[in-house]
């Protein structure tokens, strides 16, 4: 593939309904901080292209658990990403689809996904304008925000008032819902799991004519990844302001009234803004294409559990099954992710006060920095070995997992009431958390790497960092033409695009710090 699919493919696959619906939510909630999200990929983007998809290259691999095979050996960490891979689709992708659907009535269809996105960019766009206008345009944002006090309040609280800090990226690291320093680090951890170790993600970038096309995508979708703050986070924001009484309701029953949830309605922002300021014909197609996007979102999620299942685990605990059952158990394994992502909608409507998007970066933060810490310590350090990463992953399961379920069985409290949550909820973020797991499963994995024997030479060459294949990570595919100095001369374009792309990052993090 060529470097524009390959881009847009990238932005496509990360911007489904649950992000359109959970970031304008948390932009209502809480302010512009939460677009950090989305630009702290530029970095993560360009690490894929320029340092993990040579090495991908490099090892001849074709999925990502055939990269952990052959660099450590063994079954059982393909078998635990696996479970892990079960284990996210329920709680971040399935369960969050089904709940940003649910906000929208039901109407669909059955049109492409790509298509569906682009048009839902589209007539973003559209009302994003319309919304602008409704408050004077972006000189009059921050006073509408700090106005957007809903009519009925929580005596003696200050939760119905927007936060002082909502024009700001950069946050208290010990007050801020969003720390600087969480957002800076932790999310770059997480960031790094979803951008270099998902096969859904990776494969698009593995895909590219060569490795001039890969950085040239990641580069492309690192632009596309600065617009969500003007076509999703800052119409949240237009949202609260224009209705307070019901995206910034605090009242549990006025919250109830408005969107069934008593813990909060900030989810509502993004539908909201459709419904109330799109005329008839636009809200239709809005409606119609965001739907179609969740459809195809769902099969494709559908389809890579089930194959997953089958193909990775029900095939080894059963190795003589005939394809007629690994087709039925298939059919039966989305019918189970159905029924356990449905059954779980009602805690994730009612968890991180009712806020969708900052819900699947919790999950997010509890389950994937392990995975991160063995990606990168099996790149980078030729000493790790099996016996490292499997334990490593084990503790950093534990911790995190127990921490998932203090966060389930302890909601914050609703406004109003003390916070009574253990200590590891209460004062350690979800993000900075993220760095101790990460941290933590590191120093797992080298102990048990120096404790026991070095990897074979096989599980090193050519699949870490320090042994690559040159002639291979240059990424040039058989029906690639290109000279070698063609090839050096889009290198240093890329490069320098990489730069400037870094120049207008670090810009726009100044100018809304």
């Known amino acids: 593939m060529t470097w524009w699919p390959i881009g847009a493919s990238l932005f496509a696959s990360s911007e489904g309904s649950g992000l359109f619906v959970g970031l304008a939510g948390s932009g209502a909630a809480g302010g512009l901080a939460v677009a950090g999200f989305e630009w702290n990929a530029t970095y993560v983007l360009l690490a894929l292209a320029w ?98 006090i809903p009519s009925r309040t929580i005596a003696n609280t200050t939760c119905h008032l927007p936060r002082a800090d909502a024009m700001h990226m950069f946050r208290d690291p010990y007050t801020g819902d969003l720390p600087w320093t969480g957002m800076t680090f932790g999310l770059t951890i997480m960031a790094t799991w979803y951008w270099c170790t998902d096969q859904v993600i990776v494969q698009r970038s593995l895909s590219a004519r060569n490795l001039n096309h890969a950085k040239a995508g990641s580069i492309l979708a690192s632009y596309l990844k600065m617009l969500p703050m003007g076509l999703m986070i800052m119409p949240g924001m237009i949202s609260r302001a224009l209705f ?42 809005m409606i119609a294409v965001m739907m179609a996007a969740l459809m195809s979102s769902l099969t494709s999620i559908f389809n890579s559990s089930s194959t997953l299942f089958t193909m990775d685990i029900w095939r080894r605990l059963r190795p003589r099954a005939s394809e007629r059952e690994l087709l039925l158990v298939g059919r039966l394994v989305i019918v189970v992710l159905i029924g356990v992502s449905v059954a779980w909608t009602p805690i994730l409507q009612g968890s991180n006060g009712g806020q969708l998007f900052i819900y699947m970066q919790s999950v997010t933060s509890s389950l994937a920095p392990p995975v991160t810490s063995v990606f990168i310590l099996g790149i980078f350090w030729r000493r790790a070995n099996e016996q490292g990463a499997f334990w490593g992953l084990m503790a950093g399961l534990m911790v995190g997992a127990t921490r998932l379920v203090l966060e389930f069985l302890h909601p914050a409290p609703p406004c109003g009431d003390p916070d009574t949550r253990p200590a590891i909820l209460r004062s350690l973020h979800y993000l900075h958390f993220a760095i101790a797991l990460f941290v933590l499963t590191g120093a797992i994995v080298v102990a048990g ?14 699949l870490t960092w320090w042994t690559l294949a040159q002639d291979r990570s240059l990424g040039a595919k058989a029906d690639d033409s290109q000279s070698p100095q063609k090839h050096t001369f889009w290198a240093r374009v890329c490069g320098l695009n990489a730069i400037l792309l870094m120049c207008v990052n670090i810009f726009f993090y100044a100018y809304f710090a």
């Not at 069934?260 to 239709?284: D, H, Q, T």
């Open 51 to 148: 340092v993990f998809v040579p090495i991908y290259i490099s090892s001849e691999i074709v999925t990502l658990p055939e990269y952990i095979q052959k660099r450590f050996g063994g079954q059982r960490i393909r078998m635990y990403l696996s479970v892990l891979s079960l284990l996210l689709s329920v709680f971040t992708k399935i369960s969050i689809d089904l709940y940003a659907g649910a906000l929208f009535v039901h109407i669909c269809l059955g049109w492409n996904f790509y298509l569906s996105t682009i048009l839902t960019l589209f007539i973003t766009a559209l009302y994003t304008i319309a919304a602008f206008n409704q408050i004077g345009g972006y000189g009059q944002l921050e006073a509408a925000y700090a106005q957007a």
């Open 244 to 285: 307070p009484d019901d995206v910034g309701c605090v009242v549990p029953s006025e919250c109830l009234r408005a969107c069934g949830a008593p813990i909060g309605c900030s989810n509502i922002a993004y539908p909201k803004l459709v419904m109330e300021l799109m005329p008839v014909g636009l809200r239709g197609l």
């Open 449 to 462: 790497s120096l404790l026991t024997p070095r990897p074979q030479q096989i599980q090193i060459e050519n």
